[in-house]
C-alpha cells in the first residue's frame, strides 16, 4: 500500500504563489496528479502526469497557471501554482494511479492540504 502526504498549502493573496509537494512513500510507476475539493461540491480534476514526465494533462480553469511536475529520485510530484485566485481556494488532494496513463484513474490518495486565496 503506498502512502502518500501533500504539504506546501496555505494562505496566499489574489495573485500570489504556492507550491504544493507530494510525498509517496513507495514508487508506484503509474501516472499521478492532484485533485481539488470544496465544501458541498465534488471532488474535481487539476491536473496529472505519466511515470516519465513526458505527458501531463491540466483543467482547462488552471492551465497557464499552474504547473505539475515529478522527481522520481525521491518519489515526489509537485504543483507549481500561480496567479492564484480566490477561485482557486479548496482542499487540493493528491492521488497515484498504477495505471501508465495521464488519465489512469488513482488508486492511491493523500489526506489534502488546504489551500486558500483571500481576495
Known amino acids: 500500500q503506498v502512502q502518500l502526504a501533500e504539504s506546501g498549502g496555505g494562505l496566499v493573496q489574489d495573485g500570489g504563489s504556492l507550491r504544493l509537494s507530494c510525498a509517496a512513500s513507495a514508487p508506484t510507476f503509474g501516472s499521478c496528479g492532484w485533485f481539488r475539493q470544496t465544501p458541498g461540491k465534488e471532488r474535481e480534476f487539476v491536473a496529472a502526469i505519466t511515470w516519465g514526465g513526458g505527458t501531463t494533462r491540466y483543467a482547462d480553469s488552471v492551465k497557464g497557471r499552474f504547473t505539475i511536475s515529478r522527481d522520481n529520485t525521491n518519489n515526489t510530484m509537485y504543483l507549481q501554482m500561480s496567479a492564484l485566485q480566490p477561485e482557486d481556494t479548496a482542499v487540493y488532494y493528491c492521488?497515484?494511479?498504477?495505471?501508465?496513463?495521464?488519465?489512469?484513474?488513482?488508486?492511491?490518495w493523500g489526506q489534502g492540504t488546504q489551500v486558500t486565496v483571500s481576495s
Open positions: 492521488y497515484a494511479s498504477r495505471r501508465m496513463s495521464v488519465s489512469g484513474t488513482p488508486d492511491y
